[in-house]
């Protein structure tokens, strides 16, 4: 009914740059936040980024000055701009999404299937 579709993940040198992108396609009404979340080999997920619909972030402090969060709320989008890449920012990126589809009441939480980004001379 609902999906959340990631693009964007890569192998990159320390010091690149990537954007990541994440679309929600179905029957939706509305998205509250939409935000990013890592999870590393052998750690937890952790939150990334997040913003709000209408356009309050906030960032874990590991990623604040690095990386950006955006959205486009006409086209159900969220992106993550990830410059000056540390190798610790090895991962699998999540995308999620809180969202109300078209005749329900609630709001639910949907994940994405992930990207991997890799960061590694």
């Known amino acids: 009914q609902v999906q959340l579709v990631e693009s964007g993940g890569a192998l990159v040198q320390p010091g690149g740059s990537l954007r990541l992108s994440c679309a929600a396609s179905?029957?939706?009404?509305?998205?509250?936040?939409m935000g990013w979340y890592r999870q590393a080999p052998g750690k937890q997920r952790e939150l990334v980024a997040v913003?709000?619909?209408?356009?309050?972030?906030n960032y874990a402090d590991s990623v604040k000055g690095r990386f950006t969060i955006s959205r486009n709320n006409i086209k159900n989008t969220v992106y993550l701009q990830m410059n000056n890449l540390k190798p610790e920012d090895t991962a699998v990126y999540y995308c999620?999404?809180?969202?109300?589809?078209?005749?329900?009441?609630?709001?639910?939480?949907?994940w994405g299937q992930g990207t991997q980004v890799t960061v590694s001379s």
């Open positions: 179905g029957t939706i009404f509305s998205i509250n936040p």
């Open positions: 913003i709000t619909s209408g356009g309050s972030t």
């Open positions: 999620n999404a809180d969202i109300r589809t078209s005749g329900s009441t609630g709001y639910h939480d949907y």
